[in-house]
T-cell receptor, first 116, second 112 residues
Framework: GAGVSQSPSNKVTEKGKDVELRCDPI?????LYWYRQSLGQGLEFLIY????????KSGLPSDRFSAERTGGSVSTLTIQRTQQEDSAVYLC??????????????FGPGTRLTVT | QKEVEQNSGPLSVPEGAIASLNCTYS??????FFWYRQYSGKSPELIMS????GDKEDGRFTAQLNKASQYVSLLIRDSQPSDSATYLC????????????FGKGTTLSVSS
């Protein structure tokens, strides 16, 4: 079946602009995660959704970052007033959370964000 | 601070050899353990998951878990040049929700 999809695949924006990144999880997966990966850095957790609610937002680096999920499916990550340090690959993953602690997460192709 | 540690490598092995990748984790509450493969410029791909002590085999891959030593490893038998990638170890700590905590990865290079 279809995997996790993300759009756009690449985004170049000017410092100070707002950007929206979209994630479409695997059909039927109720859990959705956003991570980011910076050059030379590991994968950094941002936020987790279970259905439409976000029980864990602990990884969001600042209040410029927000995310929402609607209909238990598509999620949007919004970065306001982008800064150069926001440049990274933003990865979305989903999992079938019925087996809670097993939590196998499947990643989308990512959005490469470049802030100039 | 919950940490997952991996040797960054590069780990170089000849084609046909066994590649051994290691990972240690700091939190004894860790319950689920995963290995992801990431090719350059691509996103991580789940290749193995393991939840209980011992070995789990899937094709050429074997994951080994030792919770007492807080150690998880991945063996790749009959290594192929196509196995050349970065291998990421990840754990889930239940108390932290279900986010994965990743190591920084080990780069494997398989020469033909």
């Amino acid at each position: 079946g279809a995997g996790v999809s993300q759009s756009p695949s690449n985004k170049v924006t000017e410092k100070g602009k707002d950007v929206e990144l979209r994630c479409d999880p695997i059909s039927g997966h109720t859990a959705l995660y956003w991570y980011r990966q910076s050059l030379g850095q590991g994968l950094e957790f941002l936020i987790y959704f279970q259905g439409n609610s976000a029980p864990d937002k602990s990884g969001l680096p600042s209040d410029r970052f927000s995310a929402e999920r609607t209909g238990g499916s598509v999620s949007t990550l919004t970065i306001q007033r982008t800064q150069q340090e926001d440049s990274a690959v933003y990865l979305c993953a989903s999992s079938d959370s019925r087996a809670f602690f097993r939590n196998e997460q499947y990643f989308g192709p990512g959005t490469r964000l470049t802030v100039t | 601070q919950k940490e997952v540690e991996q040797n960054s490598g590069p780990l170089s092995v000849p084609e046909g050899a066994i590649a051994s990748l290691n990972c240690t984790y700091s939190d004894r509450g860790s319950q689920s353990f995963f290995w992801y493969r990431q090719y350059s410029g691509k996103s991580p791909e789940l290749i193995m998951s393991i939840y209980s002590n011992g070995d789990k085999e899937d094709g050429r891959f074997t994951a080994q878990l030792n919770k007492a030593s807080q150690y998880v490893s991945l063996l790749i038998r009959d290594s192929q040049p196509s196995d050349s990638a970065t291998y990421l170890c990840a754990v889930t700590i239940l108390q932290a929700g279900t986010a994965l905590i990743f190591g920084k990865g080990t780069t494997l290079s398989v020469s033909s």
